[in-house]
């Protein structure tokens, strides 16, 4: 029985495909206007503005890193509180 199910299955699920490919064919649809999209580029990608990087402002101890932007990490809050360090010792262009 599970085996009629799913040849069923496969034979609607073939179909649907056929139809959608026909439908995209028919109005000329991209992935975009169906709502896609591809990869797990954030939206800024996906709508063709390009990714900068930001550059590393604080390095810890270990290599860690951190831009400076958003939540301070664990490691440089942890300095901070427990051992009672200051930030601006992590900074990598000090002047």
């Known amino acids: 029985?599970?085996?009629?199910?799913?040849?069923?299955?496969s034979l609607e699920l073939a179909d649907a495909i056929?139809?959608?490919k026909e439908l995209i064919a028919e109005y000329g649809?991209?992935?975009t206007d169906c709502g896609f999209?591809?990869?797990?580029?954030p939206a800024a990608m996906a709508a063709g503005k390009p990714r900068s990087t930001v550059?590393?402002?604080y390095r810890g101890p270990n290599?860690?890193?951190w831009s400076g932007r958003?939540?301070?990490?664990?490691?440089?809050?942890?300095?901070e509180t427990q051992q009672g360090r200051d930030r601006d010792e992590f900074l990598v262009n000090r002047l």
């Not at 958003?70 to 300095?79: D, F, I």
């Open 37 to 41: 999209r591809l990869g797990s580029a």
């Open 70 to 79: 958003g939540k301070a990490p664990n490691w440089l809050t942890s300095l």
């Open 1 to 9: 029985m599970e085996k009629k199910i799913e040849e069923t299955r």
């Open 18 to 20: 056929a139809r959608t």
């Open 55 to 57: 550059p590393v402002k």
């Open 29 to 31: 649809l991209t992935a």
């Open 63 to 65: 290599g860690e890193t």
